[in-house]
């Protein structure tokens, strides 16, 4: 089945800084790839996702990249901000969810870390 | 504003005690999961249900049931609750099969 890796586990960026986690993933039929951000005491929530027909995506500062090749996709976060001290998971599937095919797998997670 | 409600933010409980976890959506999504987060481990999907009365084992099921009578509400059951089964629980809804996930607080379980 579908395997995600993500690194690094831990991030401690200055403010202003740039953040980029990355995740690779096993299956090469996955063609979803959504990013969620999860603050203290709260659930994960979506932030952006990318399908496979198209190599980067843009919402203001972050962005993702995919690079189907290589089977793997960064989430990168420019001009950082203490708000943006959370943990960030990937997830990765394949689509329909029939017989399991669909369902997310979830990278291990990154505890960003931005410090004033 | 889409909601996912889950019954205990926190629960403990003891060993061999069954335990029900429940979960509530607002926004008459298809589809219900169960999560379980640990450190370093990410999330592991435990069950999912993509219609009411229908459930699907997810990656770690053993030792875990699901019940989805009405389709708002998803539960998990915990028959006879073990201490390697403390962790945090997330609940989450979609609307469609692979979109955006909608996930509800949490609930912390402890098992003595």
């Known amino acids: 089945g579908e395997n995600v890796e993500q690194h690094p586990s831990t991030l401690s960026v200055q403010e202003g800084d740039s953040a980029v986690i990355k995740c690779t993933y096993s299956d090469s039929a996955s063609n979803y790839f959504p990013w969620y951000k999860q603050e203290l005491g709260k659930g994960p929530q979506l932030i952006i996702d990318i399908r496979s027909n198209v190599g980067e995506k843009k919402d203001q500062r972050i962005a993702v990249t995919l690079n189907k090749t290589a089977k793997h996709f960064s989430l990168h976060i420019t001009e950082t901000q203490p708000e943006d001290s959370a943990v960030y998971f990937c997830?990765?599937?394949?689509?329909?969810?029939?017989?399991?095919?669909?369902?997310?797998?979830f990278g291990q997670g990154t505890e960003l870390s931005v410090k004033p | 504003d889409v909601k996912v409600t889950q019954s205990s933010r926190y629960l403990v409980k003891r060993t061999g005690e069954k335990v029900f976890l429940e979960c509530v959506q607002d926004m008459d999504h298809e589809n219900m999961f169960w999560y379980r987060q640990d450190p370093g481990l990410g999330l592991r999907l435990i069950y999912f249900?993509?219609?009411?009365?229908?459930?699907e084992k997810g990656d770690i099921p053993e030792g875990y049931s699901v019940s989805r009578e009405k389709k708002e509400r998803f539960s998990l059951i915990l028959e006879s609750a073990s201490t390697n089964q403390t962790s945090m629980y997330l609940c989450a809804s979609s609307l469609w099969a692979v979109e955006t996930q909608y996930f509800g607080p949490g609930t912390r379980l402890l098992v003595l």
């Open positions: 997830a990765a599937s394949k689509g329909a969810l029939d017989n399991q095919g669909g369902k997310l797998i």
């Open positions: 249900s993509y219609d009411v009365k229908m459930k």
